[in-house]
């Protein structure tokens, strides 16, 4: 079966450092991979996907994300974190036969002045 | 228009009432979804439609019932609740055209659920 983790439960970060968040998945065929976003008291919103090509995707509002199919990963990254990045971060896995999107537990981050 | 609204925003009621939640979009789009979503954890699938069509059922108890009138409206009628279903109710749509979970979700703000 499917599976996804995110290691870190929460993440602080002071604003204007990097950040990386993890995300592993399980699945035997090649994944379709998704990075939500849920900021406080909002539904979610997609920061990027990756199908195939590229293992380096772009997403919106800065964020990037590398697809390392040796390491089973697809970690999320930003070079530079807002105040307003701070968040419930969501990596998902998805499969082509069935409609059905597979959420890991979520990333919390918090960012300080 | 990017936007899946939903109505109430926050709803409070007792284990014998019946209520019902309402989700719209106008994007066009041809599948439409219900997740439950508890503090602290990721959204749970509970319905998805696609096409008007009921699609996917999570094995959710009877007293959630799903009801899609027409392509751009999705209903959640509630009734006889427990305590425990209280949560955020997001509903998503997407195009539809891609197999699978793979189309871009759009979600609404969710429903506050609170069941006295």
């Known amino acids: 079966a499917q599976s996804v983790t995110q290691p870190d439960i929460h993440i602080t970060v002071s604003e204007g450092a990097s950040l990386e968040l993890r995300c592993n998945y399980s699945?035997?065929?090649?994944?379709?991979l998704f990075w939500y976003v849920q900021s406080p008291g909002q539904g979610l919103q997609l920061l990027l996907k990756?199908?195939?090509?590229?293992?380096l995707v772009q997403g919106i509002k800065g964020f990037e994300a590398e697809f390392k199919r040796s390491q089973s990963s697809f970690n999320l990254r930003k070079p530079s974190v807002h105040w307003s990045d701070a968040a419930e971060y969501f990596c998902a896995v998805g499969r082509t036969s069935y409609d059905k999107v597979i959420f890991g537990p979520g990333t919390s981050l918090s960012v300080i002045p | 228009d990017t936007e899946v609204t939903q109505t109430p925003k926050h709803l409070v009621m007792g284990m014998t009432n019946k209520k019902s939640l309402k989700c719209e979009q106008h994007m066009g789009h041809r599948a439409m979804y219900w997740y439950k979503q508890k503090a602290k954890k990721p959204p749970e699938l509970m319905f998805v439609y696609s096409y008007e069509k009921l699609s996917i059922n999570e094995s959710v108890p009877s007293r959630f019932s799903p009801e899609c009138p027409n392509s751009s409206l999705l209903n959640l009628h509630l009734h006889a609740l427990q305590p425990e279903d209280s949560a955020l109710y997001l509903c998503?749509?997407?195009?539809?055209?891609?197999?699978?979970?793979?189309?871009?979700?759009?979600f609404g703000p969710g429903t506050r659920l609170t069941v006295l």
């Open positions: 990756y199908f195939s090509g590229d293992t």
């Open positions: 998503a749509s997407s195009q539809g055209q891609l197999a699978g979970g793979l189309d871009t979700q759009y």
């Open positions: 699945y035997g065929a090649t994944p379709y």
